[in-house]
């Protein structure tokens, strides 16, 4: 049974950085497509970025593109936050599902593993 971990959330200043892992337990990433959301109080959970492990490409949501990078080795999917805004203020998870389909990996309600959690706050 896969399980995910999430760490290398906090507090950091408007145009600041941080960097997110999903480390994987039980199981590699190998044939899973992973997935970072985020969800900020009041709000829907919304897709940020996904890798696809069958060929390791990658997608963006728009609101994030060309500030976060996602990338993958093995066991541990990255996510790397630039230039961060107060509107990025969530909390975020990984989430991962088994299998080629790449269709909706957008849509929260496709995958099947969960981590708990880690908070990213963007405030001065």
């Known amino acids: 049974q896969l399980q995910l971990v999430e760490s290398g959330g906090g507090l950091v200043q408007p145009g600041g950085s941080l960097r997110l892992s999903c480390a994987a337990s039980?199981?590699?990433?190998?044939?899973?497509?992973v997935a970072w959301f985020r969800q900020a109080p009041g709000k829907e959970r919304e897709a940020v970025s996904v890798v696809f492990y069958g060929d390791g490409s990658t997608d963006y949501a728009a609101s994030v593109k060309g500030r976060f990078i996602i990338s993958r080795d093995k066991n541990t999917v990255y996510l790397q936050m630039n230039s961060l805004k107060p509107e990025d203020t969530a909390m975020y998870y990984c989430a991962a599902r088994f299998g080629a389909d790449y269709s909706r990996a957008f849509h929260p309600g496709t995958y099947d593993f969960w981590g708990q959690g880690t908070q990213v706050t963007v405030s001065s």
């Open positions: 039980g199981s590699t990433f190998n044939y899973y497509i």
